[in-house]
């Protein structure tokens, strides 16, 4: 087993919903089993979207979630692992 | 004063409590991996199972011709598609208007001239369902839309066809409408009810908008 997976970060700050979800999926369509995907929100529905999304698809798992706010403004950070391919 | 008592008590309890024979460490250890190793498989078991289940789609019918409902609908159909679904749209009556390519006079005969010079060309030029005001309504919600970071129509159904987001026109409602395949956008399908319960018996999802 690899000791370390690569992570990648996707800033979809600004964009409501359903962009967040659109982007973030495609984002791991195209990463590897067990790679990591941070993504950087201001869209409050992007917290129970990510959820929703990991329980409808198994391809996906919210490792976890965090709120940031700095100069007024909250980011959510999802952290994102990707699972085995069907 | 209650001390003697709670040493009573203390030492009450310690000669009642039930002897739990201990593992050797060794053993302790090896159980709780294989107990680990169980539960981590029934999980990924379980996660399989809800995709391979049943199929995994999610059925619209567009009947409305409202902006804000297309939009609903396409807002719902990118975000099923995203979370790994198969997504079939179904585009009917005043829905088909969504699909229209544009021009104003369409069809054939003096009726259906008549008529889709009256409905909408196309997604650009549909109304909201509520304050409209002849379009001005249509054009203060994009301009909204826009400026809270919300993908216009337009973009929707882009991102949708590039997520393999299954269009149906309904070929019954396009010839009530007055409509032909050729006033529609291109790679538009052309399908019936039974095309629609086909996918709709295959959804866990179906909605009417």
């Given at each position: 087993?690899?000791?370390?997976?690569?992570t990648?970060?996707?800033?979809?700050?600004?964009?409501?919903?359903?962009?967040?979800v659109?982007?973030?999926?495609?984002?791991l369509?195209?990463?590897?089993?067990?790679?990591?995907?941070?993504?950087?929100?201001?869209?409050?529905?992007?917290?129970p979207?990510?959820?929703?999304?990991?329980?409808?698809?198994?391809?996906?798992?919210?490792e976890?979630?965090?709120?940031?706010?700095?100069?007024?403004?909250?980011?959510?950070v999802?952290?994102?692992?990707?699972?085995?391919?069907? | 004063?209650?001390?003697?008592?709670?040493?009573?008590?203390v030492?009450?309890?310690?000669?009642?409590?039930?002897?739990?024979?201990?593992?050797?460490?060794?053993?302790?250890?090896?159980?709780?991996?294989?107990?680990?190793?169980?539960?981590?498989?029934?999980?990924?078991?379980?996660?399989?199972?809800?995709?391979?289940?049943?199929?995994?789609?999610?059925?619209?019918?567009?009947?409305?011709g409202?902006?804000?409902?297309?939009?609903?609908?396409?807002?719902?159909?990118?975000g099923a598609?995203?979370?790994?679904?198969?997504?079939?749209?179904?585009?009917?009556?005043?829905?088909?208007?969504a699909?229209?390519?544009?021009?104003?006079?369409?069809?054939?005969g003096?009726?259906?001239?008549?008529f889709?010079?009256?409905?909408?060309?196309?997604?650009?030029?549909?109304?909201?369902?509520?304050l409209?005001?002849?379009?001005?309504?249509?054009?203060?919600?994009?301009?909204?839309?826009?400026?809270?970071?919300?993908?216009?129509?337009?973009?929707?159904?882009?991102?949708?066809?590039?997520?393999?987001?299954?269009?149906?026109a309904?070929?019954?409602?396009?010839?009530?409408?007055?409509?032909?395949?050729?006033?529609?956008?291109?790679?538009?399908?052309?399908?019936?009810?039974?095309?629609?319960?086909?996918?709709?018996?295959?959804?866990?999802?179906?909605l009417?908008?």
């Amino acid at each position: 087993m690899a000791a370390k997976k690569s992570t990648a970060t996707l800033d979809v700050t600004g964009l409501k919903c359903p962009l967040p979800v659109v982007k973030a999926s495609r984002a791991l369509a195209a990463m590897k089993k067990g790679e990591r995907l941070v993504v950087l929100s201001t869209d409050r529905a992007s917290v129970p979207d990510m959820i929703g999304w990991a329980k409808a698809d198994p391809r996906v798992i919210v490792e976890r979630q965090e709120e940031r706010t700095a100069d007024a403004t909250t980011v959510f950070v999802h952290t994102l692992r990707r699972t085995a391919s069907l | 004063m209650a001390a003697p008592r709670r040493k009573a008590l203390v030492a009450h309890r310690r000669a009642t409590r039930a002897k739990v024979p201990t593992l050797p460490p060794a053993l302790a250890a090896a159980v709780r991996a294989h107990v680990r190793e169980e539960v981590a498989r029934a999980l990924a078991a379980d996660r399989r199972s809800r995709v391979t289940r049943g199929a995994n789609r999610a059925t619209i019918i567009v009947f409305s011709g409202d902006l804000d409902r297309v939009m609903s609908a396409l807002i719902l159909a990118n975000g099923a598609a995203a979370v790994g679904m198969e997504v079939s749209l179904f585009f009917t009556f005043w829905g088909l208007g969504a699909l229209r390519r544009g021009t104003i006079v369409a069809g054939d005969g003096a009726l259906s001239r008549a008529f889709t010079a009256l409905t909408p060309s196309g997604l650009s030029r549909l109304g909201v369902s509520r304050l409209n005001f002849g379009g001005v309504g249509a054009k203060l919600l994009r301009t909204m839309m826009k400026q809270k970071g919300v993908a216009s129509p337009e973009e929707l159904l882009a991102l949708a066809r590039e997520s393999g987001v299954r269009l149906v026109a309904c070929t019954t409602s396009m010839d009530v409408m007055g409509l032909s395949p050729k006033d529609l956008v291109p790679d538009i399908e052309i399908g019936g009810v039974a095309t629609y319960l086909g996918d709709a018996a295959d959804s866990r999802i179906t909605l009417f908008i």
